[in-house]
């Protein structure tokens, strides 16, 4: 009989950090998939214009249990995007940093087993890995080096404890340094292809922390998120740690300033700082699990990245560094570009 035929219910998917970089791109995908999504973001970094049409969105912080179980009602599948991913200030904001990369992450997990979602992916860092040898495999023991890196290490162990005593499934996802657009560029913590853009654009000299040696190695969005969707449906991922990212290019940041440069049409000034405390030389990932299990295959180079993000940044204007996060621990290690002209931020 025409018509007759049961419409399937959409999914629905929940997004926490929906308004920043992978979360708002990641529901993106799943728009296009069909899915259902809801999201939550408290805008601490971010930006609201981030956050996809389709999204039922508020503005909520994960730590609000009360709030975020609500507003989760229905989901099952929960990706938590959600952090405050800023490893080098996090030895001078420990207490800020960590409430929003470990509680907020418990607060998440509550929620979604409150609300008996099927899968909760967790988004870690390579910052989990440390002092390791590269590339960073999955199967290394941690050895992060700062409170960003302790606390990812420490919400992967509270989403898999609670995930197994409860009975829902997990996937830690473990991306790389990650570029697009809907980066966040003014803030001058972190995201240093997105920073380089934004004071190429104004003519402004490139901070580098100690000789810029240091090798990293770079994702586009697009390349991160398909296999990231993957995440929510694909049994062989459920109770595993994948790393997302590219096991080759490694460049120094030096190199990227050349490169980031060369894309604007200047030629850069460097402004040279004492190294930050910390700061791991050499991180890069095996992507190895994530092509055996995900059919993981980069296709986006890292100079088509970097034009992409130079062009989003050009058209929605450059704009001068905000200090807009809080510096509990001050002193002669604090880098200086974090420093705004009247001091720093304090709680
Ligand atoms: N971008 C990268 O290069 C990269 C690399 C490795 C891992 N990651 C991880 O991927 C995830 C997403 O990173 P991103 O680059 O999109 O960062 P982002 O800062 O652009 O997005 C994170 C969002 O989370 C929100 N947020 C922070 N604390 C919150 C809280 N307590 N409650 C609600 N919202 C909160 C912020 O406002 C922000 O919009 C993070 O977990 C990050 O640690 C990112």
């Known amino acids: 009989m ?20 992978l979360g708002s791109h990641l529901a993106d995908a799943f728009l296009a998939e069909g899915w259902e999504v809801a ?12 956050v996809p049409e389709g999204v039922s969105f508020q503005v909520a912080d994960c730590n ?31 207490h800020f940093v960590t409430q929003n990369v470990v509680t907020a992450t418990t607060g998440m997990m509550s929620a979604a087993i409150a609300n008996r979602a099927r899968r909760f992916v967790h988004c870690s860092s390579m910052a989990r890995y440390g002092a390791n040898p590269v590339p960073f495999t999955e199967d290394q023991t941690p050895r992060p080096q700062d409170p960003y890196g302790i606390g990812k290490l420490a919400a992967e162990g509270l989403v898999k404890n609670l995930a197994e005593v409860h009975g829902i499934e997990w996937v830690v996802a473990v991306p790389h340094n990650i570029l697009g657009p809907r980066q966040k560029y003014d803030d001058p913590y972190r995201n240093v292809a997105a920073i380089f853009a934004n004071r190429l654009l104004q003519g402004l000299p490139l901070p580098i922390y100690g000789d ?7 994702s586009f969005v697009s390349d991160v998120v398909e296999p990231l969707r993957r995440m929510a449906t694909d049994p062989r991922c459920a109770g ?20 980031v440069g060369a894309i604007v049409g200047v030629a850069p000034t460097l402004e040279l700082h004492p190294p930050r405390p910390c700061e791991v ?33 050009r058209a929605r204007g ?19 570009p974090w420093v705004a002209a009247s001091g720093p931020r304090r709680p």
């Not at 025409?2 to 970089?21: D, L, T």
């Not at 999201?39 to 981030?50: E, P």
Request: glycine share 10%.
């Open 212 to 218: 810029g040696s240091q090798e990293r190695c770079f």
């Open 240 to 259: 595993e740690v994948i790393n997302v990212g590219p096991d080759d290019h490694l460049i120094t940041v030096r190199e990227l300033a050349e490169r």
């Open 318 to 336: 450059p704009r001068p560094f905000h200090h807009h996060l809080e510096v509990e621990l001050e002193g002669p290690l604090l880098p200086r």
């Open 281 to 313: 030389a050499r991180a890069t990932c095996s992507a190895a699990k994530a092509r055996a299990l995900l059919g993981y295959e980069p296709r986006v180079s890292l100079d088509e990245g970097l034009r992409a993000l130079v062009a989003w940044i």
């Open 64 to 94: 609000d249990l009360p709030r975020v179980r609500a507003l989760m009602a229905g989901a099952s599948v929960v990706y938590h995007c959600a952090a405050t991913a800023y490893e080098g200030l996090s030895v001078f904001s420990p």
């Open 39 to 50: 999201g939550i973001d408290n805008l601490v970094g971010g930006y609201l214009d981030n």
């Open 2 to 21: 025409v018509g007759s035929a049961a419409v399937p219910a959409r999914e629905r998917v929940f997004i926490s950090g929906v308004a920043g970089f």
